[in-house]
């Protein structure tokens, strides 16, 4: 009996999600880390475009306050170069609430097994603010079903600090996918690995 292989090529099907991307913009992110920053975005929004999903996006820029600035949009009419940096301190609560926000806004507009229905988080920041306790307690209680994907990016940040162990216990709380980022160079390359994850 003779065997014979067949070489086949891996169909990889990429899930559309609703993406979040909670985009750090306090005063550490100015100059060259904002201009990076914005590059990455731009891959994340190009790379998951080139899969012909039907992903929906929604981003939040964070410091003292948070801004929504775009909310449940078409990948098409996302324009980084509408994101403003706004500088400030760091505030995880105004963050994550923002996040509660959307995706309440979202469930509204939601059918069933449609993409306003599965979330994707995507949380950048180099650190530098209180753990949002109440705010996360609260996103799990009332979106847990729905949140499906959740990544933290800490950009810089040294491995024995306060503000480590803050993104760290952040990201274990939303039982998410680590990834340590050395300099702002390596953000694109952080978030192609994001834009390409598949199941």
Not at 31 to 55: C, H, I, P
Request: proline letters at 1%.
């Amino acid at each position: 009996m003779k065997y014979v292989k067949y070489n086949t090529t891996l169909n990889i099907v990429h899930e559309s999600f609703h993406y979040i991307l909670l985009l750090d913009g306090s005063g550490s992110m100015s100059g060259q880390r904002w201009k990076d920053l914005m590059n990455a975005v731009q891959e994340f929004l190009k790379r998951r475009s080139e899969l012909n999903t039907y992903d929906r996006i929604s981003i939040i820029v964070f410091s003292s306050t948070a801004n929504i600035i775009y909310s449940n949009e078409d990948i098409q009419n996302i324009n980084v170069n509408n994101i403003s940096y706004p500088g400030g301190d760091t505030s995880f609560h105004d963050a994550f609430e923002c996040v509660d926000r959307c995706i309440k806004y979202s469930k509204r507009q939601a059918v069933v097994n449609s993409v306003h229905n599965k979330f994707a988080i995507v949380f950048m920041s180099d650190g530098e603010g209180i753990y949002p306790d109440y705010q996360l307690k609260h996103l799990l209680k009332e979106h847990d079903s729905v949140i499906k994907r959740f990544w933290t990016l800490a950009l810089g940040i040294n491995q024995s600090s306060s503000s480590m162990n803050v993104l760290e216990k952040i990201n274990a709380k939303m039982n998410g996918s680590f990834i340590d980022i050395a300099t702002s160079v390596d953000l694109i390359k952080a978030y192609a690995e994001v834009a390409n994850f598949s199941q």
